[in-house]
């Protein structure tokens, strides 16, 4: 392992890192899964380090793609999504980041005193190829499995996130919520379809 | 770049999702700690194949089931936001006190 490489190692990892903390303590929502975005793609490079170019550059193409879906939906669901306002939206602070620093230190303990096999991958070993016959061949049937699990879960994301549920639509009798707390509904109102709308707060 | 230290930034990233995950009372921001743990746990199994496995094929057959289950993970968790926004507008976990509004 050369000098560069493990300088650009620890680059990666320091970026992964801060990246991956600031994405908690931003004001804005969509910088938020940017910066995201840049911890994925640090991984992704420590990959390519690591000798799996297929599974690092998956891994930034897939983020990519991932996190553009997320800041849309970053727009769609979160107020104050360009961040002009300070923005702290915790509960359980405290134990939070106690739990945080619990799994860290649990996982590097494990780690430590754990003594593992040193046994690295050839530096002419044709990874890709290897992987592509062990996804064709005997675990063909785990591959195709997560091909099924995909597809079901694009049905079962348009069941759940479609109007109309099985028992009518799924958005009848609610109201937007108020700007303020206590006020009027904001946007436009469902039409009341002569019903009296028995709306639940 | 030895196996200790990749995998001590697996267990950073962990922490900070595992942190991110509890504190966030916004559902996106939720998952966004959730996406952070695998994003740890992708690097620790890419690690270990890479320096401790020797290269069996099957390191990398576990980190793309780690991918697809990132993408069931973003798909259902917006499907159910969205499901859930729908009826009761709600978009911070402290509105789901109760399982029916």
């Known amino acids: 392992m050369s000098v560069v490489d493990d300088m650009a190692f620890w680059i990666f990892a320091l970026t992964a890192i801060v990246s991956g903390w600031r994405v908690f303590c931003t004001d804005s929502m969509v910088r938020a899964s940017f910066l995201l975005l840049a911890s994925f793609i640090a991984v992704g490079l420590i990959m390519l380090l690591l000798g799996a170019p297929y599974l690092g550059i998956a891994t930034i193409f897939m983020m990519g793609v991932e996190m553009m879906v997320m800041a849309l939906f970053m727009v769609m669901y979160m107020m104050n999504p360009a961040g002009l306002n300070p923005m702290v939206m915790v509960h359980q602070h405290r134990f939070s980041i106690g739990a945080g620093i619990a799994a860290f230190v649990g996982l590097a303990a494990v780690m430590l005193v754990t003594d593992f096999a040193d046994n690295p991958v050839a530096s002419d070993a044709r990874v890709v190829t290897d992987l592509g016959k062990e996804l064709l061949g005997d675990s063909m049937l785990i591959f195709e499995t997560a091909g099924v699990t995909l597809l079901a879960t694009m049905v079962a994301s348009v069941i759940l996130s479609s109007r109309s549920g099985r028992f009518g639509p799924a958005d009848e009798g609610s109201v937007p919520p108020p700007l303020e707390p206590g006020g009027q509904p904001a946007g436009r109102l469902p039409e009341e379809g002569g019903g009296h709308g028995h709306h639940h707060h | ?101």
């Open chain 2, 1 to 101: 770049m030895t196996l200790t230290a990749i995998l001590l930034v697996a267990a950073a990233l962990i922490g900070i999702g595992l942190y991110g995950t509890l504190s966030q009372q916004s559902f996106v921001m939720l998952m966004m700690g959730l996406e952070l743990m695998l994003n740890g746990v992708l690097l620790a199994a890419v690690g270990f194949w890479s320096l401790a496995a020797g290269g069996v094929p099957t390191g990398q057959l576990l980190a793309i089931v780690t991918m697809a289950v990132m993408a069931v993970e973003m798909s259902v968790g917006f499907a159910l936001i969205t499901a859930v926004y729908r009826n009761r507008q709600a978009d911070m976990t402290e509105s789901l006190g109760t399982m029916k509004h």
